[in-house]
């Protein structure tokens, strides 16, 4: 089955943070902290496939609460966003349970090695145009964009499309 056809059966989309969904470089304040960059697009799309019903986590090793209240403002269930994960696996699968979810019926995008073990249980692995070799050698699908760049506008639009929600739906005008 190729990457367009298995979008057909997803549910939900999980998303890493650091070269994903900010890009591969972090400014850091003058106290060290991490002070990362989001994308509006991805932030849309994120938004409204929440809106349109489909389950979106975020299993980062970052610790920064800021990250949370992101994904909070943009409508996520603060129970579906995972900071300080050390054992990626852990979280992705508690995400499978609490929802009943199939692996394959899950987009998982991530670029890196702390990536790997959960891309290669996930139904659609993807990643980012720079992500590590090893993460590029496994993903299904490879977005054109790079981190923090639309990437994950690319595969929640590719999705929606798949899925008639993409244009055609009256939320798709809101915010």
């Known amino acids: 089955m190729n990457f367009k056809q298995k979008l057909n059966v997803i549910k939900a989309f999980i998303f890493d943070v650091d070269g994903v969904l900010s890009p591969n470089t972090i400014p850091l304040d003058s106290n060290g902290v991490p002070q990362r960059m989001?994308?509006?697009?991805?932030?849309?799309?994120?938004?409204?496939?929440?809106?349109l019903g489909y389950i979106i986590?975020?299993?980062t090793g970052g610790k920064e609460e800021a990250v949370r209240l992101r994904f909070e403002n943009l409508g996520l269930n603060p129970a579906d966003i995972y900071?300080?994960?050390?054992?990626?696996v852990a979280?992705?699968?508690d995400i499978k349970a609490r929802y009943g979810l199939d692996d394959s019926q899950i987009?998982?995008?991530g670029?890196?090695?702390?990536?790997?073990?959960?891309m290669e249980r996930v139904g659609v692995p993807v990643c980012p145009a720079d992500a590590a070799p090893e993460i590029l050698e496994i993903a299904v699908y490879v977005s054109d964009k790079e981190g923090g760049r639309g990437c994950a506008r690319d595969v929640i639009e590719q999705t929606?499309?798949?899925h008639n929600n993409w244009m055609s739906h009256p939320d798709a005008y809101t915010w």
């Open 111 to 118: 670029d890196d090695i702390p990536d790997l073990k959960v």
């Open 160 to 162: 929606l499309r798949a």
């Open 83 to 88: 900071l300080a994960q050390a054992d990626k």
């Open 91 to 93: 979280a992705y699968e």
């Open 57 to 59: 986590g975020i299993i």
């Open 107 to 109: 987009i998982y995008m």
């Open 38 to 51: 989001s994308n509006v697009k991805d932030g849309y799309s994120i938004n409204l496939a929440n809106r």
